[in-house]
């Protein structure tokens, strides 16, 4: 079964050996995702995917990962997120 999360990267990782590790806030909580470029680590995001969430850092950008049938990310979409300060301040206005 296929299916996706959304949300926004708060902390990235990078080590010396080349892995990087990204902090995934969605649904109220954390997952870190872990790309590393040793092939036999489990749970390993790819490199690909790994280096665009890297790159929403500190933005206003929101992500949603898809993952396939066999629990793996197939591929992400970027959104701008919304400002929930700036939603308020337009309700309010009206």
Known sequence: MTYSIFG???TVRKFVNGDIEVDFYHDDEITTYRYSSDPSRLGNFPKELTETLVSTLATDTCIEIFFGDNGNPTYVELEECDDED???????EE
């Open 8 to 10: 926004q990267v708060t």
């Open 86 to 92: 700036d939603l308020e301040d337009d309700e309010s």
